[in-house]
Structure formats: structure tokens, C-alpha cells
Nanobody, 126 residues
Framework: QVQLVEVGGGLVQAGDSLRLSCAAS????????MGWFRQAPGKEREFVAA????????RYADSVKGRFTISRDNAKNTVYLQMNSLKPEDTAVYYC???????????????????WGQGTQVTVSS
């Protein structure tokens, strides 16, 4: 079992930056591939970024590529999402997710993730 807790959301203006953190706990957290997803009001949850258990492989949604960076510190069992140049369309609840994976494995599909955090709200005003 893996428990995930996201922090770092808030209200910012367009062009600002935020860093989300996802603290993982549990026996297998260090062996998990991690992902960030988001859900805007009235929309389905969508993939944002993913990182392998090793931290070597990363993937991004086209909408955030070049602005967001996913990283992890396995010593702290924490995954980060650095969000720069935020836009109003980035407004959403952001979720951290985990699934056991191999060294380079990442996934963009929410269906493959076994564990989810409670979410943190990010609001970007224009």
C-alpha cells in the first residue's frame, strides 16, 4: 500500500510559478513510477507528467511541455511538479499517482495507476 499527500497548490496570477510536492509513504513507494494528473471543472481528468522510479525517464503532456518539470527525490520519497509560466487554463485540481514500475517505466494512462492522492487546487487568474 502507498499513501500519497500533495501540497503546494494555491492561487497565482498568469505567468507565475508554483511547485507541487507529493510525499509518498509505504513499503513500495520507492519502487513506483509516479505521475501527475489534473482535472478542471466540468472536464475529465488528464495526464500532466510522469517519471520513472529511477527518475531517468520522464513524459509530459503537450500542453505543459517546456513549462512544467517533474522530478523526484527518492531519499525523501517525494515527487515534485515545478510549474512555470502558468496560464489560466492550468487551473485544476492536481493529483499525484503511483504504480509499481520497472527502472525506466512511465505511464500516461490513469487506468494503470494504483494509488492516488487527495488532490491540491491550483488556480491561475488572468
Amino acid at each position: 500500500q502507498v499513501q500519497l499527500v500533495e501540497v503546494g497548490g494555491g492561487l497565482v496570477q498568469a505567468g507565475d510559478s508554483l511547485r507541487l510536492s507529493c510525499a509518498a509513504s509505504g513499503r513500495t513507494s520507492s519502487s513506483c513510477a509516479m505521475g501527475w494528473f489534473r482535472q478542471a471543472p466540468g472536464k475529465e481528468r488528464e495526464f500532466v507528467a510522469a517519471i520513472s522510479r529511477s527518475g531517468i525517464s520522464t513524459r509530459y503532456a503537450d500542453s505543459v511541455k517546456g513549462r512544467f518539470t517533474i522530478s523526484r527525490d527518492n531519499a525523501k520519497n517525494t515527487v515534485y511538479l515545478q510549474m512555470n509560466s502558468l496560464k489560466p487554463e492550468d487551473t485544476a485540481v492536481y493529483y499525484c499517482a503511483a504504480e509499481p514500475g520497472t527502472y525506466y517505466y512511465t505511464s500516461v494512462s490513469e487506468k494503470t495507476y494504483n494509488y492516488w492522492g487527495q488532490g491540491t487546487q491550483v488556480t491561475v487568474s488572468s
